[in-house]
């Protein structure tokens, strides 16, 4: 069973900066495509950024230039590193482990979520 542990959520300061983790267990980390998603109170979640097995990076036009997803695979943890907070980046941040097997099969994980508050 594949289990994604999101930390680093919390509270910070209007132009502050939070570093999100998820470690991911259960399984060979390095072949999953992985995702930052959030969802703000009543809405849908959205995309905040996403990295690929082989390492190619895309964000949210709202997150450009302030955030940054990484991975380390030796370590099976993803990173959000945030930066320039701002209060309308307050949410709850979700990890996302994701592959299209050989076979066409759709693999999908999710972690539990992570608070971020941003406070003016």
């Known amino acids: 069973q594949v289990q994604l542990v999101e930390s680093g959520g919390g509270l910070a300061q209007l132009g502050g900066s939070l570093r999100l983790s998820c470690a991911v267990s259960g399984s060979i980390f390095s072949i999953y495509d992985m995702a930052w998603y959030r969802q703000h109170p009543g809405k849908e979640r959205e995309l905040v950024a996403t990295i690929t097995s082989g390492g190619f990076t895309n964000y949210a036009e709202s997150v450009k230039g302030r955030f940054t997803i990484s991975r380390d695979n030796a370590k099976n943890t993803v990173y959000l590193q945030m930066n320039s907070l701002k209060p309308e980046d307050t949410a709850v941040y979700y990890c996302?482990?994701?592959?299209?097997?050989?076979?066409?099969?759709?693999?999908?994980?999710w972690g539990q979520g992570t608070q971020v508050t941003v406070s003016s």
């Open positions: 996302h482990a994701y592959r299209t097997t050989s076979y066409g099969k759709y693999d999908s994980y």
